[in-house]
Every structure is written in C-alpha cells, then in structure tokens.
C-alpha cells in the first residue's frame, strides 16, 4: 500500500517550529503514537529539502525495530550511515574519509575503524563541508526503535551544535527536558485530520469497486482520524479481505479500538485455521532470524517437518501469504522479503504473547524461537545429503533451497547457543547438533567448507572450521551442553571419544587453535572449564591468538581470564598475533584485563606480535586510560617494535590527536625512526591529519627524516593525495629533493599516481626534474609506465631527460612499450627518445 498521498504532509511548511528550523539549525523533534505517520512525514521532508536547498546536503537515516541486520536498531548504523552519505559527494570521497579507508585496511585484520575514529571522521566532514558555506540537513526516523537511543542523542546533539545544521527527528517519547529543541507534537492530531481524509479518499478508490461501499466506509472512519493513519490502514486491510457487504458492515459497526485490538483479531482469525502451525513458525522466524527473510526461503521454512524429522521434496515456491498470516501482521515487499507489516507488530507480539489475559496469541518467547529456528536449520543441513544442489539448479525448488542453506549455514549454531546464558535448554536441539556433527558426513563437511566467520578480531574471512573436529566447533560457538556429551571417557589422557574413535583434545586449528582457545575467544567461561575440568592444556600453543589466554584478553573476557589464570595459565606465554595477553588486551582497551594481568605479572614490555609492545597496542587505538595504565607500570614509551615501530607512530597513523599529546607529554621522542612508516611525522602525513603533523613539528622534529615505506613525510603525502599536508610541509621547507622510498621522490611518486596538479607545486618548489631513484628510475618513466600522457608533456616541458636510463624498465620509451600506451610511445619519439627498443 502507497502510504502517501498527493497533496499531504504540506501542513508541516506553515508550522512556526518548523520554519524557524529551517532558517537557524539545531533540534526539530516530531513526537507522535505508533501509527501517526512520522515515517511518512520525515520521507517528505527528506523530499522537500532535496528538492528546496541546493547548497544542501541531506542525510537520513531510518531505524526499524523490525530489521534483522543491526544496521537499523542501533547507534553503528547511524554513525555509518550518516558518514557514507555526507563522505561521498558528487561522486567524490571526502579525504577525510578516505583516510579512514587507508587506517582500516592496514595490517592483517582489516579491522573496521573504531568508533571514536569514526565520529572524528564524521566530524571533521561536517565542519568542512559547513565551512565551505553548505547547509547541512539530517533526518532520523523512529528514534525510540533505536537499541542505543543515549548514544544517538549524544551524537545528534554534538552535531547539531555546529552552524549551518539541522537535524530532525522523530519519536513516539517526548524529548527529554534537558533536550534543547523545537518540537511539534502528531499528538494533537488536528494536524493531520486533513492528511488521514486524503489518505482514507485515495485508498477507498484503489481497494473498493463499489462507491456505495466505499461511502459508508468513508463516514465509518471520517470521525476517528484521530486514531492515526496506521489504524485505518489495518482496518482498511481487514474489511478488503470481507467477502459480502454484510460482512464488511458488521466489521463497521464493531471495529477495533485501537492497534492492539486489531491485532488480536488477525490472530484470532487464524487460531483454528489449517495455517496455525505455518503461523507460528514464520511469526518466530520474523521475530528472531538474524537477517531478513526472502519468500523463498519462507518457502523452505514450510517444507520442514520437524515432527518427523525431514524436508518435503517438493516446496510450495508461490502461495499467497494471506492464506497463512493476516496482511496487516505480515507483509512482502516488492524486492519480495516478507516482513512484519510495522514495529507496532512487533512489539505487541513481544510484550502480549505471555500475558494470561491474551489467549489468541501463539507461543513466541525467544528461548523456544532461537531453539526452534535450530533445530529447522539443522534439519534442513541434515537432510540436504538427499539432495544435489547442481541438480536443476534454475528450478525454483533449488533456488528456495539455496537461499535457506545459506541462512541455515550461518546461523544455526547462533540460533542454537541463544538463551541469554548461552547453553541449550531443549534436548531436541541437542540431539540434532550431535546428529550434525559426524565429521565423515556429507553435510558436516559440506558446512565446514561453506561457513565464513568475519568476527572475533581474525584475519580469516572464510574456511576457519576446515582442519577442526567438533569439539573445536562446539567450543567456539560455546555450546556447553554438546561439549559436555563428548567428553565422555579419557579424563585422564586429555581425549574424547568422537564416532567411536580416540581424539585429541588440543587438536590445533590453524585459525581457532585449541578448542579451549576457541572458548576463550568467545567467553565462554562454562564451556572453558568443562574443557579444562578434561585435563586440556591450558598454554597449549597454536592457531591465530598462540594461547587461550591471549584468546580470552582479546574480547576482554574478565572472568575466563580469571578461570585460565587459576588454571595456571602462563600470563606472559608468547605467541599468536598479539604476541602476550596483555598485548592483546590492550589492543581492545580493556583496562580492567589488563589490570587483572599485572595482577598475576604480566611483563609490560615483552616484545612479539603485531604491535610489538602493549604500549603501541593501546596507542594503535587510541586508548588514552589503557596508555596511562601501562605508563604507570613502566612501559618503555620509544620500544621499537612492531608494524609501527613505535607507540606514536601508532597514535599519529590512527589520527588520535588526545594520544599523540599524551604520549609527547610522557617525552615520546619524535624523531625515533622505525616501522612501516620511519617516523610519526610520516605516518601522519600519509593519514591527512593536519593538527597531528603541526603538533609533531611543534617539536622540532627532522622533517626531512628518511625511513619507512615512503622514504619522507613529503613522499607519503604526495602517494595520498593530500594537498594540504604537502602544502604545510613545503612552507615549513621539506626538501622536495630527498630521495628514499618505494617511489625514489615525492615528484616519481605523483607522476606514477596522476596527479598533475601536486606535480605542478613540486615543481614550483624547484622538485628536480630527472633524478633517478625508485622503482621507475624517474618521474618520466613513472608516468609512462602508467600512461599519464598530459603529465608526460609536462616533464618534458620541464626539461626531463627522455633517454635517461634505469629503474625497472630501462627508459620511459620501454615503459610505455611494455604496457602498450601508443599516445606516449609518439610523444616520446617527438621527443627524440632513443627507438632502439622498438626493434623488438
């Protein structure tokens, strides 16, 4: 149903609260119940700004109870949502969002940047695009639908402080009364009375034939507008699916009063209907799968006999959804994602479905949710040994099939661990894991091979079950229960007896190491001491985090760590990509761990590991409490060691300005050269961060110091991009001459790279035109090699050496041959380049 109609939501533009808004910025906030048309109105606004304000830009973002990817409940989504928007502009990336890019893709993670990042990045592209005269126009829909609202509010509000923004949103709670804003209230529904009546005109017209009908429905409902558009709706919906006009007038003289109510009667329809079963498995698949739902695999979800423990060959691929579940609970979408028709859905189904009072409800808690959900994803994984996915695989039943094995490959062991506790309150769920998990099956080797993991801090984006036995997988996913039932016999000798056969219970796995490791990384504490009660060794050295420990400090699991360490584990055991627990905690920020760790003596400045120290950890992330921390344990500040080299390489790379001033306040010494960048100042430079480079050269730092990748700060800018940086390092006199590095200068770097315009500054700053140097010998050669034919004539113009030779290539005439550039090849030879190699 179009939920808009022509012709409404004008009112909003004479509304007093609204215009003096859109003329001086901060706080608008549209408070009205569930169903008033918020959502409605905030997508014609969104309309209304884009099409009104050309110097603006608009951001918006909608949460929804009802999603299933996080994205919309909670307050990463926003952050995310509004720095996409804001950062990507006219087909261009702002810079300050392209060195969060550079920041994140660093390293063998590949971790997303942290949140305190993420804002500053936000930050900095609003005061610039404000700076720059833009208006900036930010709209929120359904805040009280947001998981972290204090978050939200927080981020709005230091938001909405700058100039020249505006943010708007809508809840149904009231501000708060220490919330400075303007507010207009849906509640007082004279607002919209006019709104609803177009709206009740326009869907009378497109659902009823009859006008007769139609009339009386129009004077039924023309004296509840105040009820709100979403109760119309449904009751529109209800009297659509009335066969007679006895039936629809009998419906007219005993309406709902209100949501709830209408609710209760959709379910109550079903209650004895043949679908009631098929209803209550897709209201719990709605309520507690972890992703949205396509209709096929809704489609799946219908073949699955749980009572007999098998799938139905054929699926039903298309069926009418009505037949199963009232349209005003359940809805498809055009993309045909079948969903619940509003967050009121939702939360009357969450906060009635145990009320003794409401007996029309099915049984929708989420521990019988999760725990029925696994046991079909089971089912379904088990069964598909009858089935050859590559067999008409264009069918529609293959397709359906498909798209839930993917879901049931992902989630099941999710759906299965859920209660809140973690373990597995339903035995039925628990004979299917054991069932599944026969390491010589099909299925069990299909999904090893199948399921991808992109969480717990790993490298691995993919195949981390691949040389793992069940005990390692169970233990990951902490499913105590099945983790007690395979440790069995052995005690003693540290095994478990799995499909009659004798297995080591420290197997490694080349990811998730140990199965206590695997425990540990998830916190598992149950599962951990199950392991450990086995006789597993508790420092057993292996797979990505080297020990369980490390594992557990990673994710800051307080209370494992505190269970390994009784166990004797060795707090300062070596190994693994953090190289010690107390590298690995810092890593994440987790003071009390690490205050936990110096407890049982953990050495600060062990050496190991990506970071090399815990210091250059904390700093990596900009963890100011953990720093000061480890300082006050005597963590040497200007240790060398790790991928940068030192704890303010880190710092200065991550943009984190409160870091970098703490750790100079501790005399970090600036000019320490070391690790991929050679020196803080580089390392800033090759990030943007304007304040940090000033604040390092502020100490008389070398900036023409030479180390790291990109030989200078000069050249690390210049590979970037960054106009500004390499502007204030020229005024302050770096040598555009130095030589070092991948590219030999700053001038070979910008001519292999394109960019014509910082070429031109280098050469006003008399950068020397033929050096040779680097990978391409000179800037020529550079820019032949990659075709810059306009960059090409400007070397040239400038007195470049056509037949210089060295670098990779030779000449630039060899270059631009190699890689068939025809454009340079003549303009070289116009410029009497040596054609010796044209021969060959």
Request: glycine share 8%; aromatic share 10%.
């Amino acid at each position: 149903m179009d939920k808009r109609a022509d012709g409404t939501c004008e009112w909003i533009l004479r509304v007093p609260a609204y215009l003096k808004w859109r003329k001086g910025g901060n706080i608008l906030w549209i408070q009205g119940k569930a169903g008033s048309g918020k959502t409605i109105l905030m997508t014609s606004n969104i309309d209304s700004l884009k099409k009104t304000s050309n110097s603006s830009f608009v951001a918006y973002h909608y949460f929804d109870i009802c999603d299933k990817t996080g994205i919309k409940t909670g307050h990463q989504g926003l952050l995310w949502s509004l720095l996409l928007q804001l950062g990507f502009q006219d087909n261009k990336i702002h810079p300050a969002l392209e060195s969060l890019y550079e920041i994140s893709k660093h390293g063998l993670l590949n971790l997303r940047p942290i949140t305190s990042q993420v804002i500053d990045t936000l930050m900095k592209i609003i005061r610039d695009l404000t700076q720059k005269g833009h208006w900036i126009h930010i709209i929120v829909d359904a805040l009280n639908e947001c998981k972290e609202m204090h978050l939200v509010l927080d981020l709005l509000v230091e938001v909405a402080n700058f100039s020249s923004v505006g943010v708007m949103l809508s809840s149904c709670n009231h501000p708060p009364k220490e919330l400075s804003c303007f507010i207009i209230s849906l509640d007082n529904l004279s607002l919209l009375h006019e709104d609803i009546i177009v709206f009740l005109d326009s869907q009378i017209q497109i659902m009823f034939k009859s006008t007769t009908i139609g009339a009386m429905i129009k004077k039924t409902f023309i004296n509840k507008t105040d009820k709100g558009f979403r109760y119309i709706e449904c009751q529109l919906k209800l009297l659509k699916a009335k066969e007679t006009l006895l039936k629809i007038k009998r419906l007219l003289s005993d309406l709902p009063k209100d949501l709830k109510e209408s609710y209760a009667m959709a379910l109550e329809i079903y209650k004895e209907s043949d679908y009631y079963e098929d209803m209550e498995n897709l209201l719990l698949w709605l309520l507690y799968a972890f992703e949205p739902l396509h209709m096929g695999q809704v489609a799946a979800i219908f073949s699955i006999d749980l009572k007999h423990s098998k799938v139905q060959s054929e699926m039903q691929a298309f069926f009418e959804l009505e037949k199963i579940v009232d349209p005003i609970l359940v809805t498809m979408n055009n993309a045909n994602m079948v969903q619940l028709a509003h967050a009121s859905v939702q939360e009357y189904l969450l906060e009635n479905y145990n009320t003794s009072q409401i007996t029309k409800l099915p049984n929708l808690n989420a521990q019988l949710g999760h725990s029925i959900i696994a046991q079909m994803c089971l089912t379904f994984l088990i069964q598909q040994d009858n089935y050859d996915a590559l067999d008409d695989a264009e069918s529609s039943d293959s397709k359906n099939r498909i798209m839930f094995d993917q879901y049931a490959t992902q989630y099941w062991a999710a759906h299965a661990q859920y209660d809140g506790t973690t373990s597995m309150p339903y035995e039925n769920t628990v004979k299917l894991v054991e069932a599944f998990l026969q390491e010589d099956s099909r299925h069990f080797t299909k999904w090893q091979s199948s399921y991808t993991y992109n969480g717990r801090r790993m490298p691995e984006q993919g195949q981390i079950f691949s040389d793992c036995n069940p005990l390692q997988i169970v233990a990951f996913f902490g499913l105590k229960e099945i983790a007690q039932r395979l440790l069995t016999n052995n005690i003693k000798t540290g095994a478990y007896i799995q499909n009659n056969r004798l297995s080591d219970i420290d197997s490694v796995g080349h990811a998730i190491g140990t199965a206590t490791q695997a425990a540990a990384s998830g916190g598992y504490k149950e599962t951990v001491q199950i392991l450990l009660e086995h006789k597993a060794d508790v420092n057993a050295l292996g797979g990505f985090y080297g020990t369980a420990l490390q594992a557990a400090a990673s994710g800051g699991y307080k209370e494992t760590i505190e269970l390994l360490l009784r166990y004797n584990a060795n707090v300062n055991a070596q190994g693994g990509y953090y190289g010690t627990a107390l590298q690995a905690a810092a890593s994440g920020g987790h003071k009390e761990t690490i205050q936990l760790l110096f407890k049982y003596n953990a050495k600060v400045n062990t050496q190991g590991g990506y970071y090399g120290t815990a210091l250059q950890a904390a700093a990596s992330g900009g963890y100011n409490e953990v720093i000061q921390l480890l300082l006050k344990h005597h963590a040497g500040i200007d240790i060398q060691a790790g991928y940068y080299g030192t704890a303010l390489e880190a710092a200065a790379f991550g943009g984190f300005k409160d870091t970098v001033q703490l750790l100079l306040k501790y005399n970090a010494n600036a000019n320490t050269l070391g690790g991929q960048f050679g020196t803080a100042l580089e390392a800033a430079a090759f990030s943007g961060h304007k304040e940090i480079l000033e604040m390092l050269l502020e100490q008389n730092v070398n900036i023409n110091a030479q180390g790291g990748y990109y030989g200078t700060a000069l050249q690390a800018a210049v590979v970037k991009g960054h106009k500004h940086i390499i502007k204030l390092l020229l005024e302050l006199h770096a040598d555009v001459n130095v030589q070092g590095g991948y590219y030999g200068t700053a001038l070979q770097a910008a001519a292999f790279l394109g960019y014509r315009e910082i070429i031109e500054v280098l050469l006003k700053h008399n950068a020397d035109v033929n050096i040779q140097r680097g990978e391409y010998g000179t800037a020529l050669q550079a820019a032949a090699f990659e075709g810059h034919i306009d960059i090409v004539v400007l070397l040239l113009h400038h007195g470049a050496n056509v037949n210089t030779q060295g670098g990779y290539h030779g000449t630039a005439l060899q270059a631009a041959i190699f890689n068939k550039h025809n454009d340079v090849v003549e303009v070289l030879l116009e410029h009497d380049a040596n054609d010796s190699s044209l021969k060959y």
